[in-house]
């Protein structure tokens, strides 16, 4: 029996994970295929197609696929193995294959044009609209109207693709694991927080190597280690290990695989009519097209650049007066600009962590939640978890009705990939008339607790949580009909505000004092402490609006330059990058063979998006700002309009009902510092 073939009888219909075992997912996704190909063939042999026995049905097909393949890439990100790898690699080709015979049948495709040809006689509700334009659109941008010889083209780009996306994402997390910095003379520790010290004694005693200090390349490991440590040539030896990932000529280069994928991305762009991959995917999004967002990041550096400068000036001034630093690197910028920040401010985050204990965080974005949309979150340890360390938790509305699964996943491991991400086992749809609701995850790598210790947040890692619950509240509080418009199912260049202006309340004090407590104490932050993160809030925001400005213009360059100019990884980083680098170069350093989001991930030629959604994060706010950031209307207003609503009409539409108006840029110049 494999039980992802099976009803699932757990709590809410959650993925068994107590009896998934990796043999069963191979079969499970073989059988799920012909599942899917049962219900293409029932869409093709309607003889009149309409709107629900074709566009509807499509959306709904194949639905114990999505379920499958979503627990095992999910599982892929968070829990993998050399077993589950290998088996990614046998999996991807499989689904890409599947997903091309749909998209590229022209029976069915023929169906869909005939539903489209009546479109302005159907009556249709705005919801159903968007649903049938994006189902034509997205047969017609994935080949629908090709020929034969160029369809099985096509094929073969998607399967070379899917396979080199998933090796580019192997190699990071092979080479982020490789890695390890052993300390065996304390004195090498100095100037680190006895809690980073306790964590790396805890990580060498789990490596074995007990009685002595191991730093790693995860995120609660390295940054401390940057941050803290005195011993500079040290910090350049982890600074360049971090900095020159899947770089060294070895097995583990991803070099050529970017130019691989950017030549089959280019290819595939040339096939559908598209000059660069950029412009295939701009179409469909908010910014529509390269131009726009070149004039976007240009703006922003415009006003960035002159304040960056001054903060590396600063900077520069004060690494001399206190160190008689005659020059300043990479390796020593977050280590002098704790120290600036500290004496500026008087603020550090190992001030700060001690009011930031993990469980009280949660609770403070769940108190927080409520408030807003009166969502209350109940733990529930019947509903099966994939690790020990994972929480899952049944979500009710304010009047007990079901809303959602959510499962939190926190601490780092060699099965997990680096960085934070939300995700789903289930999305949100409607079914004969019967709302499914979603499953939903964030996952993380904070700061684990130790034997003596509780786990104590940094203020990043804290926005880093709210963000992440920004995510899973657009898919928690879904309320659509189709599971392709629910949730975060949005333009790339959307999908980013419900995260990032959930980070806006970790500033004020109504919402810290919900749950900022000293852990040993319970002493509320104090309101001085509060002023001073505020104050704080845009220290070196220029130097980090360049530094992500840097990010989406290397993007935009990859995804729009015909890739034969690109012989020289290295090279034509540094070339990018010029416009944006105040400090020295460092040789043999490269992000680009790390650069998951756009080699990976889903933002290739969409990183700009962050800055983007930047600007409507901060606008939005401001309406909280002006009523008040618990006011029961306004988030009524941003559930309803942002939140709830998905991808159900253009999202530009959907700002408007919430806002009133366009989005404005001034409100995030204002919060950054830079007007």
């Not at 769940?366 to 994939?386: H, Q, R």
């Not at 934070?420 to 964030?442: N, Y």
Request: charged share 25%.
């Amino acid at each position: 029996m494999n039980p992802l073939l099976e009803k699932f009888t757990t709590p809410f219909d959650t993925p068994p994970f107590h009896l998934i075992k990796t043999e069963h997912f191979l079969p499970a996704i073989q059988e799920a295929i012909n599942f899917a190909k049962n219900d293409i063939a029932t869409i093709k042999s309607q003889p009149l197609p309409d709107f629900e026995n074709t566009i509807a049905a499509l959306d709904q097909a194949g639905d114990r696929l999505n379920v499958v393949s979503a627990i095992f890439f999910n599982l892929n990100s968070a829990e993998t193995s050399d077993e589950i790898q290998a088996l990614a690699r046998e999996i991807s080709p499989l689904l890409t294959a599947h997903s091309n015979d749909v998209l590229l049948d022209e029976v069915l495709f023929d169906h869909i044009k005939q539903v489209y040809a009546q479109k302005d006689q159907l009556k249709l509700n705005e919801e159903q609209d968007t649903l049938l334009v994006k189902t034509y659109k997205a047969f017609v941008r994935n080949g629908a109207q090709l020929d034969e010889k160029q369809k099985n083209r096509l094929r073969e780009i998607d399967k070379e693709l899917s396979q080199l996306g998933l090796k580019f994402g192997e190699n990071v997390l092979a080479e982020t694991n490789k890695y390890e910095l052993i300390i065996e003379d304390m004195g090498n520790l100095s100037g680190l927080p006895d809690a980073v010290k306790e964590a790396a004694a805890q990580t060498a005693e789990e490596k074995g190597k007990s009685g002595k200090w191991v730093f790693t390349l995860a995120y609660p490991s390295y940054i401390p280690f940057m941050t803290y440590a005195d011993n500079r040539p040290l910090r350049q030896e982890i600074f360049q290990a971090y900095n020159t990932k899947c770089s060294k000529s070895d097995e583990l280069d991803n070099q050529q695989h970017i130019k691989d994928m950017l030549r089959l991305k280019t290819e595939r762009a040339a096939l559908l009519g598209y000059k660069s991959f950029s412009d295939f995917v701009l179409e469909e999004r908010m910014a529509k097209s390269g131009p726009e967002v070149m004039h976007f990041l240009s703006n922003l550096l415009e006003k960035a650049k002159p304040k960056a400068h001054k903060e590396v000036e600063e900077l520069e001034k004060f690494a001399k007066e206190l160190d008689n630093l005659e020059k300043v690197e990479k390796w020593d910028f977050g280590y002098y600009s704790e120290k600036l920040k500290k004496q500026k401010y008087e603020v550090d985050d190992e001030l700060l962590r001690p009011f930031f204990k993990l469980e009280n965080v949660i609770n403070g974005v769940f108190s927080t939640a409520e408030k807003l949309y009166g969502l209350k979150f109940e733990i529930n340890t019947d509903i099966p978890v994939y690790h020990p360390e994972v929480s899952a938790y049944e979500v009710k509305d304010e009047n007990g009705n079901h809303i959602s699964v959510f499962y939190a996943d926190f601490f780092p491991r060699a099965g997990k990939r680096n960085g934070a991400w939300m995700t789903s086992f289930r999305g949100q749809k409607v079914i004969d008339g019967k709302d499914k609701r979603p499953h939903v995850s964030i996952v993380c790598n904070f700061t684990k607790p130790t034997k003596t210790k509780p786990s104590l947040l940094t203020f990043n890692e804290v926005t880093t949580l709210f963000h992440e619950f920004g995510h899973a509240l657009h898919g928690m509080l879904a309320k659509g009909t189709y599971e392709s418009l629910s949730g975060t199912s949005v333009y790339w260049d959307f999908v980013e505000l419900p995260s990032q202006i959930f980070e806006n309340w970790c500033y004020e004090k109504e919402c810290l004092d919900l749950f900022a407590k000293h852990y040993e104490t319970g002493e509320p932050i104090s309101e001085d402490l509060i002023n001073k993160i505020k104050n704080a809030s845009n220290f070196h925001q220029g130097y980090q609006t360049l530094r992500q400005i840097s990010f989406g213009l290397l993007d935009m360059a990859y995804h729009s330059t015909e890739p034969t100019q690109i012989q020289d990884i290295p090279e034509f980083e540094k070339k990018i990058m010029e416009a944006t680098n105040l400090l020295p170069d460092v040789e043999g350093t490269l992000m680009s063979t790390s650069f998951s989001h756009i080699f990976q991930g889903g933002y290739a030629a969409g990183y700009y998006s962050y800055k983007w959604a930047e600007v409507l994060d901060a606008d939005a706010f401001e309406l909280f700002l002006e009523k008040g950031i618990f006011d029961k209307e306004t988030a009524t207003s941003f559930m309803e309009n942002i939140l709830s609503a998905g991808g159900r009409v253009h999202p530009s539409i959907l700002y408007r009902r919430f806002r009133g108006r366009e989005p404005q840029p001034e409100a995030l110049l204002k919060r950054a510092g830079l007007v």
